[in-house]
């Protein structure tokens, strides 16, 4: 019996509905079977499986508290961050299981690289923030840290406004620019693909537009997995949604399909309630 | 990475060190007491003539009770003088009174003690003189304390009615219950942990503190119940006797040490007892 | 302030009465320590007084040597203090939860070191560094020993700065890929520059006040310290020294007294001041 929400399609889910169908037969670039995740021995989510298709924007939308940062995190393996996190099943990237004890760590967040809700910058200047994550992976040439650095910043729009002030405090900068910022950042190290943990939710309504843009014009290069709470934005920004609710207060994937059979035509009814904005 | 693991193991090394200094002092109380504790037996300590350790007596019990009657009496002065000044300060004054006095009272735990011993030897004792002779006694050691130790007492009690659940102070305050009966039924109780703790942790302050004390109380080894009587503490004995002390009367004064140190343990333990036990209530 | 409404009940003006009185008490009581102390003191104040070597055990002259003295007390201290307690600050916040035994020893440990009483601690300055490490009566036995008190206090303050910072730079970090070695020196302990300054002042005030450990450790005399190795009397020594041995001796003790609180004013202030910045910068 479902505790939160009382709709009466909320009672408990049917299991035909814990795994996603390979909808469009896509390649994905991330692959997650089978995941399940408890921390201190309860359990966020269970038996989750999710394919993340390449270049495409891949959304994962639900009420908060089912799990989906905690997906996201699972991903880059930041779950060993966390105090009694136990993680079964498997996630695989390009191929390679990472959730293996001898996966390559530092391989893995090149590639895939994480954005979180608050615009978390360095507490230093601009260029800092380019050189620490830079100089980590390798790459220490002060020439080819400015190209990198430049470059980033112009993919993310941001290059004009701080062409002439990358030895500031990165702190100065507006909301929107320090998440665009640290979405640059993230770029500089030419990843393959972009997990955004609702990433306008700190934001005012033209910073998020300018986000929302920039997301669709990155889906070219990259492969893109974004939460977020709020339904416009993933109606207007993503290709794919999975939906994520709760069962016996942890979270399951109700429904995964294009982004249009979700939002017109969902299958599952506690779907198509959520989608109405019945139940948020 | 080799460079994380490296950092890892020395930062443990470190943390390590930095206690090590605990290890090496239990290390030597122990050793440099154990000398006395093996040649004189500890009845010498409770029943011998005098403390004239030079000349094989012992008899240590009219400086512990120094040590405690002091603290004892500092604590009876303090601790109401400091909870009252902290209700002042919560409940009773306004801000522009209760911010400067907070400040205040923060200076003044931060003087050192021989400050107040240097004033208490050329204020008080001359002052408790003409009361009666010789002005350096019990009494004036258990003034000095009080000054030295209710600052600190005054900021344990601010802070423990800070911290009090507020929404049982809500809840109070909406059933239209007036000043006092708040403060006495629902602040104290709830406070009451917190300023457990703290007295119980300035009270190991008082019994530890050797300048003040050995500035103002005359160091006469006698027992006596009249607290215009000179005293001695263990820690000023310790102070005193140190320079010149040589073997047996040089063992007996870290006996002395390692008895102090093993109060001021048990008080600390009492007192997270008594944290953790009411955290868990 | 927690505002509560009045009630002008018998036991509520008692209890009102009652807290005036300590508070005015308190304050009276401070006022005249202080104007006692600044009008005796300021007679023998001056430049002279801070630069020239003491005369007549004491009774004339100035507290120069005890100056120096107290200060290379405070470097050294520090200089061994400070980065021990920054590292072992660190293994406790970034490498450390609840349930580990290591960091319950060390925490247990360093409230126990926290309360030793200050005339045990100069016992056991005597008997390892004096003694068996045979550095002698020197600045640097006295030194070590203030370290070890202060040390609890400096990692306590670091510890709970860092433990203030939110887990999302952390994590930032990691999703970036940065090392742990990195992600402490270049982005955690920057951040936590204030709380490392607020330790050091407060580490600085303890040592300046303490008195019992130094006796028989910095030792007693009144010359000028050529080196680390050599005896010293720091001031608060000399304070006690002036007004239990030396006869006379009470105007020199109440400048010299004068002079160190007027020190510890200045380091109050200072916490003040860096502790309002801290706020500052958390709340922006």
Same mark, same amino acid.
């Given at each position: ?50 394919? @993340? ?8 939308? /639900?009420?908060? /508290? ?8 699972? !991903? ?49 200047? @601009? ?17 080819? @840290? ?10 993310? /729009? ?47 309504? !033209? ?46 994937? @109700? ?26 | ?22 290890? =090496? ?19 010498? =300590? ?100 009080? =000054?030295? *130790? ?35 039924? *629902? ?66 004064? =870290? ?27 | ?26 304050? &009276? ?39 120096? $003295? ?8 520090? $200089? ?34 926290? $309360? ?25 036995? &006295? ?30 970090? #990691? ?58 009397? #720091? ?34 202030? #200072? ?10 910068? #958390?709340?922006?």
């Amino acid at each position: 019996m479902n505790q939160k929400g009382g709709h009466p399609f909320l009672k408990a889910v049917p299991d035909s509905y814990t795994s996603a169908p390979d909808v469009d037969d896509l390649p994905s670039y991330i692959e997650i079977q089978n995941l399940s995740l408890r921390i201190s021995q309860q359990p966020i989510f269970e038996s989750l499986s999710l394919p @993340i298709y390449r270049n495409h924007i891949n959304a994962l939308i /639900g009420p908060s /508290g089912c799990g989906k940062s905690s997906l996201l995190n699972c !991903i880059t393996r930041l779950t060993d961050h966390y105090d009694n996190a136990t993680l079964e099943g498997n996630i695989f990237v390009n191929g390679v299981d990472v959730l293996n004890s001898s996966a390559d760590l530092i391989h893995l967040r090149r590639n895939v690289g994480m954005i979180f809700q608050k615009p978390v910058p360095f507490a230093l200047s @601009i260029r800092k923030n380019f050189e620490l994550p830079l100089k980590e992976h390798g790459i220490k040439n002060p020439y080819d @840290i400015d190209a990198k650095m430049e470059q980033a910043l112009r993919d993310v /729009g941001l290059w004009q406004e701080v062409s002439n002030r990358l030895n500031k405090s990165a702190m100065l900068l507006s909301g929107g620019q320090q998440q665009r910022l640290c979405i640059a950042r993230v770029l500089a190290l030419e990843p393959k693909a972009l997990l955004l943990d609702e990433p306008c939710s700190a934001l005012d309504p !033209i910073a998020t537009g300018i986000i929302e843009s920039l997301i669709r014009e990155l889906k070219e290069k990259y492969t893109i997995l974004i939460v977020t709470h709020n339904l416009s934005q993933a109606k207007r920004v993503a290709d794919y949604v999975a939906f994520m609710w709760y069962n016996n207060n942890h979270g399951k994937l @109700i429904e995964h399909n294009h982004s249009n059979v979700i939002f017109k035509s969902p299958s599952n009814p506690i779907t198509a309630a959520y989608v109405k904005g019945l139940t948020d | 990475m080799s460079r994380d693991k490296a950092l890892h193991y020395s930062l443990k090394f470190l943390a390590g060190l930095s206690v090590s200094s605990l290890l =090496f002092i239990i290390f030597y109380l122990v050793s440099e007491s154990s000398i006395i504790l093996q040649e004189v037996s500890p009845t010498h =300590f409770l029943f011998d003539n005098n403390w004239h350790p030079t000349e094989g007596e012992f008899l240590i019990l009219p400086i512990v009770l120094g040590s405690v009657f002091i603290a004892f009496g500092a604590m009876v002065l303090s601790i109401p003088l400091g909870i009252l000044s902290a209700i002042l300060c919560q409940f009773y004054a306004p801000v522009w009174f209760s911010k400067p006095y907070e400040r205040i009272i923060e200076i003044l735990s931060g003087i050192p003690s021989v400050v107040f011993g240097f004033w208490g030897v050329i204020i008080i004792v001359p002052l408790l003189a003409q009361i009666e002779a010789p002005g350096t006694s019990m009494l004036a050691g258990i003034l000095v304390l009080t =000054f030295i *130790i209710m600052p600190p007492i005054v900021l344990i009690a601010n802070n423990a009615f800070i911290n009090i659940d507020k929404i049982q102070l809500q809840n109070a305050m909406a059933l239209g219950m007036s000043r006092f009966s708040i403060i006495r039924y *629902i602040i104290f109780p709830n406070a009451k942990r917190g300023l457990l703790t703290g007295m119980i942790l300035q009270s190991g302050r008082a019994i530890g503190e050797t300048l003040a004390v050995l500035m103002v109380c005359g160091n006469v080894v006698q027992f006596t119940g009249n607290i215009f009587d000179p005293i001695r503490t263990l820690t000023s004995n310790i102070a005193l006797e140190m320079a010149y002390a040589m073997d047996l009367h040089r063992s007996a004064l =870290f006996l002395s040490g390692l008895i102090l140190m093993i109060v001021v343990l048990v008080l600390i333990l009492l007192s997270e007892k008594l944290e953790t036990s009411t955290k868990s209530s | 302030m927690i505002i509560l409404p009045t009630n002008r009940n018998l036991a509520d003006q008692v209890l009102k009465f009652s807290s005036w009185f300590c508070g005015l008490l308190i304050i &009276g009581f401070f006022c005249y320590l202080f104007i006692d102390i600044i009008w005796h003191g300021i007679e023998r104040l001056s430049l002279n007084f801070l630069i020239s070597d003491p005369a007549n055990a004491g009774r004339q002259g100035g507290i120069a040597p005890m100056l120096v $003295s107290t200060l290379l007390l405070l470097i050294i201290c520090i $200089s061994i203090a400070l980065p021990l307690g920054i590292a072992c600050a660190i293994y406790l916040a970034e490498y450390t939860n609840e349930h580990m035994w290591f960091a319950k020893f060390i925490r247990h440990s360093l409230a126990m070191l926290a $309360s030793v009483p200050s005339i045990v601690m100069g016992m056991f300055g005597y008997a390892f560094f004096v003694i068996a490490l045979n550095f002698g009566f020197s600045i640097l036995s &006295g030194a070590l020993t203030l370290a070890c008190m202060v040390l609890p206090f400096i990692i306590r303050s670091i510890e709970d700065t860092l433990r203030n910072i939110p887990q999302i730079h952390r994590l930032n970090a #990691s999703a970036l890929g940065l090392s742990k070695w990195r992600c402490i020196f270049q982005i955690l302990l920057p951040m936590a520059g204030h709380g490392i300054l607020l330790a050091l002042v407060l580490g600085i005030g303890r040592a300046m006040a303490e008195t019992a450990a130094l006796l028989y450790t910095a030792g007693y005399v009144t010359r000028m310290p050529d080196t680390v190795f050599d005896s010293g009397r #720091s001031l608060s020594v000399h304070i006690f020294d002036l007004s239990m041995n030396v006869p006379g001796g009470e105007p020199s003790a109440y400048s010299s007294a004068l002079v160190l609180v007027i020190l510890l004013l200045l380091i109050n202030a #200072s916490t003040h001041w860096m502790a309002k910045k801290i706020r500052h910068r #958390s709340n922006k």
